[in-house]
């Protein structure tokens, strides 16, 4: 476990969260063997092919954390030297203080005392912290980059990607379901819909299954009673 209760809303948005980050590693797998770098006085991070420097892919990159080995803490970015005091972090802090969560606005958070705060367990920590990012402001794909000293920083991207549409969401959870532990599917699946922009619709007051809908087409999700995905269903909208 990282930070309990970042987890639960990294958990909320973890469907619409691993949907973006798959488009992300697409985007930047076809760059191939590629390099990431980052300008902070630009507010960039910009992926580079190795082979081809002029292929790239410029993202405006919004920083949300660092977390580091040395004092064994996560530091937000509006309490950071280089962090924007008004930007997506400011988001969590507000959500914070609105809701009393004390880890989002409370500006430095040690480990958990039983926590290893090797590499494994820092990049586990800033996977959570990119995906509560993502539930509160909707901004996605996150990036957590090495930075040196075992320290990561935790990014929000405005990358140009599709956008999350149903018909490309049925083509890719199979896969990405194969590999992806979901404490509430159900609500996972409602928090997709939210997060996406589609409409959904239970299907009964046991919210055995549920609908959603966009321009491209429709999807199916069926439930068991311990709210884990059974089925996906999907159609494609008809083509003008």
């Known amino acids: 476990m990282t930070f309990a209760a970042l ?31 980052a300008d902070m006085t630009a507010g ?47 988001q969590l802090r507000t959500h914070g203080l609105e809701n009393g969560v004390a880890e989002l606005f409370d500006p430095e958070l040690p480990f958990p005392a039983e926590a290893a705060g090797d590499d494994a367990w820092i990049a586990a920590a800033a996977h959570t912290v990119g995906g509560a990012a993502v539930e509160i402001t ?42 992806l532990a979901l404490p509430d599917a159900r609500t996972a699946v409602w928090d997709l819909a939210r997060l996406a922009g589609w409409s959904l619709t239970w299907a009964d007051e046991g919210y055995t299954g549920a609908s959603v809908v966009d321009a491209t087409g429709s999807a199916s999700f069926s439930f068991d009673e311990s709210a884990r995905i059974t089925n996906i269903r999907g159609s494609l909208a008809p083509q003008s």
Do not use: C, K, M
Not at 47 to 75: C, E, K, M, W, Y
Not at 143 to 170: C, K, Q
């Open 7 to 37: 987890q639960s809303l990294a958990d909320r948005a973890a469907l619409f969260t691993a949907l973006r980050q798959d488009a992300l590693a697409a985007a930047t797998e076809e760059l191939g063997d590629h390099r990431w770098d």
């Open 44 to 90: 960039t991070i910009t992926f580079t092919s190795n082979a081809d420097p002029s292929r790239q892919i410029v993202t405006r990159a919004h920083l949300i954390a660092t977390i580091a080995p040395g004092p064994r803490s996560l530091l937000w970015a509006w309490a950071h030297p280089q962090g924007d005091a008004q930007g997506p972090a400011a």
């Open 138 to 179: 909707g901004r996605s794909p996150y990036y957590s980059a090495p930075i040196g000293g075992g320290t990561r920083a935790v990014f929000l991207l405005d990358a140009p990607l599709p956008e999350t549409t149903v018909s490309a969401a049925v083509t890719a959870l199979p896969r990405i379901l194969s590999g």
